[in-house]
């Protein structure tokens, strides 16, 4: 499984970011796939996911109503949308993929397979 993400930048605070994650065949239908991020001496923390079981969707609370996590099957391609983005979405941001279960789907040990990160700068 190869997982290759794009779309990081600079952008002021209250703007907006697409990030692009392009996977290999069948990943969404074999696994579980989200976004993690990771910002300086920090830890690696759950942002989204989408779960292979009905492709439901879940978000962490730092990002509930303001990013969305969508996949397009036919460009084997996910994507976040990123909107009123703030500085403490400051981070390195990674798309993922496991065979995670419901408890482990938001915990980075969850997931088996990740790309390259993509840095998201947000000014003040």
């Known amino acids: 499984v190869q997982l290759q993400a794009s779309g990081g930048g600079l952008v002021q605070a209250g703007g907006s970011l697409r990030l692009s994650c392009v996977v290999s065949e069948r990943t969404f239908s074999e696994y579980t796939t989200g976004w993690f991020r990771q910002a300086p001496g920090r830890e690696r923390e759950f942002v989204a996911t989408?779960?292979?079981?009905?492709?439901?969707?879940y978000y962490s609370d730092s990002v509930k109503g303001r990013f969305t996590i969508s996949r397009d099957r036919a460009k084997n391609t996910m994507y976040l949308q990123m909107n009123s983005l703030k500085p403490e979405d400051t981070a390195v941001y990674y798309c993922a993929a496991g065979r995670s279960t419901l408890s482990t789907s938001t915990t980075p040990q969850g997931y088996t397979y990740w790309g390259q990160g993509t840095q998201v700068t947000v000014s003040s």
């Open positions: 989408i779960r292979l079981s009905g492709g439901t969707t």
